[in-house]
């Protein structure tokens, strides 16, 4: 039985040998027609290779993968369109693939159309009947590598000026700072603010002040370094990271050399003086030039020289520094850079808590006026008197003007404060008709450059004028040519109607801006008031010289020009010498408030025979009313 079976099983099992021999040989010929059926159907290109990879099938869908026919390609070598950068990683998946490991990835191919990027998928089919080859499965993703591109440059790119963004600025610091070995860097910031986009955008429109930051974005390029960065962390701030090699102690590798962070604040400065000179060049909107300047703050992060600083923690202080130090820079007018300090800290911490304050000073009555005498330099009479806003803080007491103003200007508290004074000044002057009969004064208010970017500031002046039944030609408003410096063809628009309306203009502080000569051309301007600076060098034969040719210019063009900071009688002779109409200073009276201000002109006009006053009967009532 057992030998019977025995042998039954020895020839059934030959015969099932030779049995599966024929359906392999048949299957073979199915399966790889059926394969090159699939194959030609598929929308993905399909190769199929030797382990050299010369080409030995290829799928009709190669056509659009590179542009030519499947028949061209047989016997070609695939490495011909494969980007030579991605070669040896081909030729390594290939290998994995030829060792029994999955082998996929994304490699670039040249294609008629250009570099495509395509995922392959390496299979070995050397032992499938039918195929005999390694396999590659190819499909383009170009499109989603190209989407996924724009994500990651979207996150880590400014859209208007394509610099860097604040997310990504924080990782190249934080990266820097953790470096090691010659990868390790001096870390330097400027933190650059313009100072007057907002009135770009007020006055022109914010694609006039899309280009202003665009046109300093390509201004700033050039001045970086091989290894500095350029970002634009919001509307107007842009910062330029320095990023310096270490100087090296060479007894201590591990320690920055002698006299390193100086070297690298040197570096600093220089690069923030050069990013406000260029940001300062004029550029055209709408036609005409326009000046925006700029502010900066700086600070540096000299390499640590032993350990592994927190990367995030030194980006946060770098940039924190800086915009502590770019506040103090606004604050002392703008257009400069500052340094950073750690007494700033504190500073930035008062001006915060005083802006804080300062947005309900008027609301809650803290805000008052003084008002300082203008004289007829001829007859020493009272003819004016300048508006000068005071703020009596509860806790601090008097804020000075050039605290709370800058403050002000910076955070847009001056539009509600400028509008206080102008309705209060023009107030106070009728009841001064009243108490003392005098109806020929006229007062002035300064306006800022906030106020005359702002649309509602004619109708606005012409409201309290109204209101305070008040005859417009007794109101003059005083610009500084700093104010009217980002936009003077504007600024200028808006001083002419109101001009139209009878309002004066005084063009304040002549001689300190930026082209006054200029200015006195293309402004509509009735009065000039030379700046204190002039007479307090009348001494001087140039400054007298000088003096002298300004308030001859005013006279030619028909303007009033009245003299400030006239503190003695020395200056009051030279500002008289010099052809000037008024003055104004400490000689004759310092600012007072309104109830001063009655029994001044009443004391004035108790003091007076003929009309002119009694020699130096004013000094002695203002030495006697201000002590």
């Not at 190249?172 to 001096?186: F, H, M, N, S």
């Not at 403050?407 to 009841?431: F, K, N, P, Y």
């Not at 004064?441 to 409201?463: C, F, I, K, T």
Request: hydrophobic content about 45%; some cysteine.
């Amino acid at each position: 039985m057992s030998a019977a079976a025995g042998g039954r099983g020895g020839v059934g099992g030959a015969w099932r040998r030779r049995r599966q021999r024929r359906l392999l040989r048949g299957a073979g010929a199915v399966s790889g027609a059926v394969y090159e059926a699939l194959a030609r159907e598929a929308t993905d290109v399909v190769l199929v290779t030797d382990v050299a990879g010369t080409v030995r099938f290829a799928s009709p869908a190669v056509v659009r993968a590179l542009g030519v026919r499947p028949e061209d390609l047989l016997g070609r070598d695939c490495f011909d369109w494969i980007d030579p950068r991605d070669a040896s990683a081909v030729r390594a998946r290939i290998a994995g693939a030829v060792a029994g490991s999955t082998a996929a990835g994304e490699h670039r191919i040249l294609t008629s159309a250009g570099t495509r990027w395509v995922e392959v998928r390496f299979s070995d089919a050397r032992a499938v009947p039918g195929v005999g080859g390694l396999v590659w499965n190819c499909r383009d993703v170009t499109r989603a590598r190209e989407q996924a591109d724009a994500l990651r440059a979207a996150a880590h790119t400014d859209a208007l000026t394509g610099l860097t963004n604040r997310r990504r600025l924080v990782q190249l610091v934080a990266e820097a700072a953790t470096a090691t070995g010659p990868l390790r860097r001096d870390l330097g910031l400027v933190l650059l603010n313009l100072d007057g986009l907002k009135l770009v955008n007020d006055s022109l429109g914010h694609r006039c002040g899309d280009e202003v930051v665009r046109t300093a974005a390509r201004r700033l390029r050039p001045l970086l370094g091989p290894a500095d960065v350029l970002a634009r962390l919001d509307g107007d701030e842009f910062v330029l990271l320095h990023r310096a090699a270490v100087q090296q102690d060479p007894r201590d590798p591990q320690r920055p050399g002698e006299g390193a962070a100086d070297r690298l604040r040197r570096e600093v400065d220089r690069l923030a003086a050069r990013a406000l000179q260029e940001v300062a060049r004029p550029v055209v909107l709408q036609g005409r030039p326009t000046v925006v300047t700029a502010s900066a703050g700086t600070a540096v992060a000299p390499a640590a020289g032993t350990g592994t600083p927190d990367g995030e923690e030194v980006a946060s202080a770098l940039l924190r520094g800086a915009d502590v130090a770019l506040r103090e820079a606004k604050q002392r007018g703008g257009a400069r850079a500052v340094a950073f300090r750690p007494g700033l800290r504190e500073a930035a911490s008062q001006r915060e808590a005083l802006a804080a304050d300062l947005r309900s000073a008027v609301e809650r009555g803290q805000v008052h006026v003084e008002y300082q005498p203008q004289v007829d330099l001829a007859t020493g009479r009272t003819v004016g008197l300048e508006a000068l806003a005071r703020w009596h803080h509860p806790v601090r007491g008097l804020v000075p003007p050039g605290v709370f103003v800058p403050v002000a200007e910076e955070t847009g508290s001056v539009l509600g404060v400028g509008r206080h004074v102008l309705a209060r000044a023009l107030r106070d002057l009728r009841h001064l008709d009243a108490a003392t009969g005098r109806t020929d004064l006229e007062v002035g208010v300064n306006v800022s450059g906030r106020q005359l970017a702002d649309p509602s500031l004619v109708d606005a002046v012409l409201a309290e004028l109204r209101a305070a039944g008040t005859a417009p030609h007794r109101l003059v408003l005083e610009v500084t040519e700093s104010a009217l410096v980002t936009d003077l063809d504007a600024g200028s628009d808006v001083l002419r109607r109101l001009r139209e309306h009878g309002v004066r203009v005084a063009l304040d502080d002549f001689g300190t801006g930026w082209s006054s000569l200029s200015y006195l051309r293309r402004l509509p301007v009735d009065v000039l008031k030379i700046d204190k600076s002039f007479v307090d060098d009348h001494g001087d034969r140039a400054a007298a010289a000088l003096l002298g040719g300004i308030a001859s210019l005013s006279t030619a063009l028909d303007l009033l020009t009245v003299a400030e900071g006239v503190e003695d009688e020395a200056a009051a002779a030279a500002v008289r010498a010099a052809g000037c109409g008024w003055g104004q200073g400490y000689l004759w009276a310092r600012p007072m408030p309104l109830e001063r201000v009655v029994d001044h002109l009443l004391a004035e006009a108790a003091g007076t025979a003929g009309g002119a006053p009694r020699p130096g009967a004013q000094n002695r009532l203002e030495r006697t009313t201000t002590a």
